[in-house]
């Protein structure tokens, strides 16, 4: 996924908000973490990269290392495989609070001994319910590794998920929907994937409505980690200054004791289909109005992610993409303009918005006039001249270096190298995938291009959020 312009934090708020553990990471929402449109994996620096090492544990847990000596920071990232397709819906928001409660201490470190135990390892705790996955991950220095790494193992082998834990987890994440509830990009991008996803999991808000969260119980959350945070479902990276062979040999021993169970095979979602375009329009507070137009693409794939990534930066990706020089250029609208690829297991999305005011002056006759229509019409034909006629030359090569750049900056720190090293994996694209996206994307024709946009580029959803009268 990658995001650009539009309130960041707003954006990836819906449900990749992140929850930090111990004295340097607070127990709190973020203050816009909306649900990330899910950012795109990296691709490969241009340096060359240290050998990886990997091992998969006979009972199916999967452990990837690369050393990296340039810093003395480590990070560890475990990705578990359960989300949103792996609730019921009367059971909305249970992996997220399932995540919210790891937090909360262990069978091992009970009481105050579980936030000394935090502090030992870096203080940097963290897990982030998120789509398809949960996330727990830590940053650590060089000396902590090793307690770094036998804690998220212990978080993940032996919560506690005591009735006063679960409750707490409850309130953070009520306050969190509320908080992206009352925030004007949240809301739109909740209610545009309901729209594209009304008989998906994928539509439901990440963190469950009130409601269901409120007959959630301490049983109900510690059958679902019975049930999901085993060992064939979890894929632990480590990145940092570390010894590959050691950091394989601790990791195998530390995850050890992840109950295994036999893999529970969640049912596909349904596949969602457009058969017409679908409007919403609803009002709430804010600033200006926010067009949001989004599209069904398959699941995210080895062969289809690098298409849809540059077909998304060729809308949207930057000021010289086609929202910014045919809207914001050519006819003065939009005070922020923008795109996003959320890539999924089971069915992806892209999505494309304009924010703008919904009146301007006309020049002629001095009077207000409304332009949302206009803005309506500008962004769906942004999208529908791209599956008519194709990318243009210099677009195709202004979009795939962009691409590269943006993927390459995301490998800067330790704790996004793990952390889509693991997602890669867990996503079944590959733990290779970056240096093959890499390769690929340069290779990518505008034939290619457009054979995608006609295929995705049909039917949209549309979500105009208007500010109220007020």
Not at 97 to 116: H, N, S
Not at 318 to 332: P, Q, V, W, Y
Not at 430 to 441: E, H, I, L
Request: proline share 8%.
């Amino acid at each position: 996924m990658h995001c650009r312009t539009l309130s960041r934090a707003a954006l990836l708020a819906v449900g990749l908000c992140s929850s930090g553990a111990g004295p340097a990471c607070a127990q709190e929402p973020r203050a816009a973490a909306a649900p990330r449109p899910a950012p795109a994996p990296p691709a490969a620096s241009a340096r060359p990269r240290p050998p990886l090492r990997q091992a998969t544990l006979s009972n199916g847990l999967q452990i990837l290392c690369r050393a990296n000596e340039s810093s003395e920071i480590v990070s560890v990232v475990c990705v578990v495989r359960a989300g949103l397709p792996d609730e019921r819906e009367d059971q909305a928001g249970l992996a997220a609070l399932t995540a919210e409660a790891l937090l909360k201490g262990t069978t091992t470190y009970p009481g105050d001994t579980f936030a000394t135990a935090v502090a030992r390892a870096g203080g940097n705790l963290r897990t982030t319910p998120g789509f398809d996955f949960t996330e727990i991950s830590i940053v650590t220095s060089k000396d902590q590794f090793e307690p770094a790494l036998k804690l998220i193992a212990d978080v993940v082998a032996h919560p506690r998920f005591t009735a006063e834990a679960i409750a707490e987890a409850k309130t953070a994440l009520k306050r969190r929907l509320a908080s992206f509830q009352d925030d004007f990009t949240s809301a739109s991008y909740q209610s545009l994937t309901g729209q594209l996803y009304p008989s998906s999991p994928y539509g439901r808000p990440i963190n469950g409505y009130a409601q269901t969260l409120d007959r959630l119980t301490p049983e109900d959350v510690r059958r679902f980690w019975q049930d999901y945070f085993v060992q064939t479902r979890m894929t632990v990276a480590v990145v940092g200054d570390v010894d590959s062979t050691r950091a394989i040999n601790l990791a195998q021993k530390a995850f050890e004791p992840v109950p295994y169970k036999q893999n529970i095979a969640t049912p596909a979602p349904p596949v969602e289909r457009l058969t017409r375009p679908k409007v919403e329009v609803i009002q709430r507070s804010g600033p200006a109005a926010q067009l949001m137009l989004g599209f069904l693409t398959p699941g995210a794939t080895r062969a289809n992610y690098p298409l849809h990534a540059v077909l998304d930066a060729i809308v949207g990706g930057g000021k010289r993409a086609r929202l910014f020089t045919n809207i914001r250029e050519k006819h003065s609208i939009g005070y922020e303009l923008g795109s996003f690829y959320q890539p999924l297991r089971h069915q992806s999305h892209l999505v494309g918005y304009v924010v703008a005011p919904p009146f301007r002056k006309n020049p002629r006759t001095e009077q207000p006039e409304g332009v949302i229509e206009l803005v309506k019409g500008l962004l769906v034909d942004q999208y529908r001249q791209l599956a008519t006629t194709g990318p243009t030359d210099q677009e195709l090569a202004r979009a795939r270096a962009y691409v590269l750049g943006r993927y390459a900056l995301r490998q800067e720190r330790t704790r996004d190298q793990a952390k889509w090293l693991a997602w890669n994996v867990a996503m079944g694209l590959g733990p290779d995938f970056d240096q093959y996206f890499n390769a690929r994307v340069p290779s990518l024709t505008k034939e290619e291009i457009q054979a995608v946009a006609k295929d995705v580029l049909k039917n949209y959803a549309l979500v105009v959020t208007v500010p109220t009268a007020k």
